[in-house]
């Protein structure tokens, strides 16, 4: 077995820039030494902060040698990672766990928060691909909306951006389940891509099945290797791994996890409800 392979092939990289998104949120672009490794829009990364954690983090650019991951700082290693500055140094391992499968004709992209940023590898996969596509940015607020800016530059020629925000301080007011159902009243997809909290994903899995489309959904655990050996992001019943068999699961995987859009695992094993 090779163990480096396994293990991500473990490197130190360097920040090279970094990307204030919003008040809260941060790029951190980082070369990577050159790899053999593919890439699908959806993986993650093992990220290791220097005496603090080691955290997956999703890719939200990867063009090599520049990639990328955007952060939102929640507890202390995130908060840590989302404040380096240009030539601090990190550990990354990866990329690792299954990415979406680009096989649609007209796709709605739905991220929610910092949900986006795995997407956004995805919006310019699809457009290389010649896949029309609406990207329906949601957040609380506006000034938490991830890559407006960006992906309004590319509206045209088959793509489309929206946005939502729960008090209506951009685009459409309310969730974004609710901006779903308004525009299929004015436009058809086949496919729904989401990311975002786990809620909202479980309401647009009920969704689609009662429009017959497919759905794909990245969903988050609790990991610490992400390679299949802790089994500390086993979802319940299938024991599936989010680090291997996901982050991103289709309609009929997401119909046999129990847990989706119920409860999540702490690092000890406990229950926690959305």
Not at 12 to 24: F, H, L, M, P, Y
Request: glycine residues 10%; hydrophobic residues 40%; charged residues 20%.
């Amino acid at each position: 077995m090779d163990i480096e392979k396994l293990m991500g092939n473990p490197t130190t990289v360097q920040v090279s820039k970094t990307i204030s998104e919003n008040k809260k949120t941060r790029t951190l672009v980082f070369e990577l030494p050159e790899t053999k490794q593919s890439f699908k829009p959806g993986q993650f990364l093992m990220c290791w902060v220097p005496g603090i954690d080691e955290i997956p983090m999703s890719i939200s650019l990867w063009n090599p040698p520049e990639v990328s991951v955007t952060v939102l700082p929640v507890g202390e290693a995130t908060s840590v990672f989302s404040a380096l500055s240009p030539g601090q140094r990190f550990g990354v391992r990866g990329p690792f766990g299954s990415g979406f499968s680009i096989e649609c004709k007209r796709a709605l992209i739905i991220g929610g928060g910092i949900g986006m940023a795995p997407l956004r590898p995805l919006v310019y996969q699809l457009l290389e691909n010649g896949i029309d596509a609406t990207a329906l940015v949601a957040a609380k607020i506006k000034n938490e909306l991830l890559y407006v800016d960006e992906l309004e530059r590319l509206v045209g020629d088959g793509f489309d951006v929206q946005l939502v925000t729960d008090d209506g301080s951009a685009g459409f007011k309310g969730v974004a389940t609710d901006a779903v159902r308004e525009i299929f009243q004015k436009a058809s997809y086949d496919t729904i891509y989401t990311c975002g909290p786990e809620p909202m994903m479980a309401k647009l899995h009920v969704f689609a099945k009662k429009m017959g489309i497919v759905i794909q959904a990245s969903l988050e655990r609790f990991m610490k290797c992400g390679c299949g050996i802790c089994g500390t992001c086993a979802l319940d019943p299938t024991g599936d791994l989010v680090c291997m068999e996901g982050p991103v699961f289709s309609g009929d995987k997401l119909d046999a996890i129990e847990e989706f859009g119920k409860y999540h695992r702490d690092s000890t094993g406990v229950k926690i409800q959305f």
